[in-house]
């Protein structure tokens, strides 16, 4: 599978908190955890769980550095 976005971060699902529409997934990324927003209904069809090795993919025109 190919995307055009250029940040791809291997991870391991930490934590899935579904709410009524939408599900909070948090993925532990080395020694940091990034979240996402996604539907309700795509957490079901992938069935994510915790411990669930995925790749966070990010589309962004503005990828911040910070030293």
Do not use: Y
Not at 5 to 20: D, F, H
Not at 22 to 39: F, H, L, R, Y
């Amino acid at each position: 599978m190919q995307f055009s976005a250029r940040n791809k971060l291997q991870g391991t699902i930490k934590e899935v908190t579904p709410g009524t529409v939408m599900a909070i997934v948090k993925v532990q990324v080395g020694d940091n955890i990034i979240e996402s927003s996604i539907t309700k209904e795509a957490v079901e069809e992938m069935k994510l769980k915790a411990g669930d090795k995925v790749t966070a993919v990010i589309k962004s025109t503005s990828v911040m550095i910070m030293k």
